[in-house]
């Protein structure tokens, strides 16, 4: 079946249809991923937006749930060059055409993905519709195209209720492959190079309790921190800060997740309330952006936003540069930053762009990459370590 991606500055490509069959108007944005598909296709961070994926193959190893971000499908649409039908991975649980079909995703292949994402980097972000109707009118289209927006999406990818995760000594030790891991570089030199390197991943969480604000959280995230030792209770975006203090947490965590950080106005108040206390704190991707809203500073829309597994940022504090993985459309605005409030501790490489805060007189750092996403692959997993450091220094309710 003909599809057609018609986006709102008159551009129109033709391909073929896939996935689930309805008509869609969202945000077109690209991600430059080479792999991870089912990982961005998960990623609540995508919710009101439909994904073109730069590499010209998708689908080649399928579908293999354990590495699902969540238990759904988020982004509104997908956008490829070519779409594999044949994966090749003994993991492999279904196709990805099938895997759509089944979260009601609707999509385009056979599209120059290269020349739509050249389009989206002069022109900046825009809207676009996905259709099978060959004999649509665009002026009839145009309103519609430029009216959309994401929304207040964060209400719809947040968790429903409190849930908890707790350590296990089996997570911990034969989980999967996380920023926690690293080789047993000894066991490698004895000469152990015909088997894998054995993982270790130290406890040195264990006891500390974590409350992570489910923002649109990714699933690696309280994995990280579970494989740790930490016990992980996670709260929908709308919960109060009372509700979280009075569990008595000994650090709190603030996700990822979709839209414009603008828009959780109720959500800026109550981080203000726990950036008044003395708990550590640690903020991904849009929890980066709303601490920074909550203590004055302000954010901007990019002109296409980062979205990829490829990204350099710096560490201002060490020089030392990491490939991170990033999804983000808004980034912090440091222009006019108070020193006395935070500091810049990480930077984009390729544009220069805010990539992490480090609050002064306070144990709270911010980042807007993802170290939970292995883009190094292990780069910057160091963090949730960082983070239980600062946790186990205590006196938080003194």
Same mark, same amino acid.
């Not at 309330?273 to 952006?289: E, M, N, S």
């Not at 006019?336 to 992490?356: Q, Y």
């Not at 805060?357 to 160091?382: M, R, W």
């Given at each position: ?107 385009? #292949?056979?599209? /120059?993905?290269? $020349?739509?994402?050249? &389009?989206? !980097? ?8 996905? +259709? ?78 974590? #409350?992570?604000? /489910?923002?649109? $959280?990714?699933?690696? &995230?309280? !994995? ?8 992980? +209770? ?12 009075g569990d008595r947490p000994d650090g709190i965590m603030l996700s990822n997740g979709p839209g414009d950080p603008k828009e959780c106005v109720s959500v800026i108040r109550e981080i203000r ?21 909550a203590t004055g500073t302000d954010t901007h829309k990019m002109k296409y936003g980062h979205r990829g597994a490829n990204h350099p940022v710096k560490d201002l504090s060490t020089g030392r540069?990491? &490939? ?75």
């Open positions: 079946m003909r599809a057609y991606l018609i986006l709102e500055d008159g551009t129109v490509f033709e391909g073929t249809h896939i996935g689930a069959e309805r008509e869609v108007i969202s945000e077109i944005v690209f991600n430059t991923s080479m792999a991870g598909y089912l990982e961005v296709l998960t990623d609540p961070s995508y919710a009101g937006q439909a994904v073109c994926m730069t590499y010209p193959l998708i689908g080649n190893y399928g579908v293999c749930r354990d590495d699902m971000e969540s238990g759904r499908a988020w982004p509104d649409a997908l956008i490829v060059r070519e779409l594999s039908r044949i994966p090749s991975n003994f993991r492999c649980d279904m196709t990805i055409q099938s895997f759509l079909a089944k979260q009601n995703v609707p999509g385009i #292949a056979g599209v /120059d993905t290269r $020349a739509l994402t050249r &389009i989206l !980097r002069e022109k900046g972000t825009m809207n676009g519709i996905i +259709t099978t109707n060959g004999g649509y009118s665009f002026e009839e289209l145009l309103p519609g195209l430029r009216a959309y927006s994401t929304g207040k999406v964060v209400e719809r990818a947040t968790c429903r209720g409190k849930y908890t995760l707790a350590p296990t000594e089996e997570l911990a030790q034969n989980g999967p492959l996380s920023g926690a891991a690293r080789f047993d570089r000894a066991a490698f030199e004895r000469g152990e190079r015909e088997k894998r390197p054995a993982l270790v991943r130290e406890l040195n969480g264990r006891g500390l309790k974590v #409350a992570l604000l /489910d923002l649109g $959280a990714k699933a690696n &995230i309280a !994995r990280s921190l579970a494989e740790r030792g930490c016990l992980v +209770t996670v709260y929908p975006a709308l919960t109060c800060a009372e509700e979280i203090l309330k726990l950036y008044d206390t003395r708990i550590p704190i640690f903020a991904i991707c849009l929890g980066h952006q709303l601490m920074a809203l540069v990491y &490939i991170s993985s990033q999804n983000h459309g808004y980034v912090v605005d440091t222009d006019r930053l108070d020193p006395s409030v935070a500091v810049p501790a990480f930077v984009n490489v390729n544009d220069g762009t805010n990539e992490g805060l480090s609050y002064t007189g306070k144990n709270i750092f911010t980042v807007q990459f993802h170290p939970e996403a292995c883009g190094g692959p292990q780069d910057t997993g160091y963090l949730f370590d960082r983070f239980i450091d600062m946790m186990k220094g205590g006196n938080q309710y003194a």
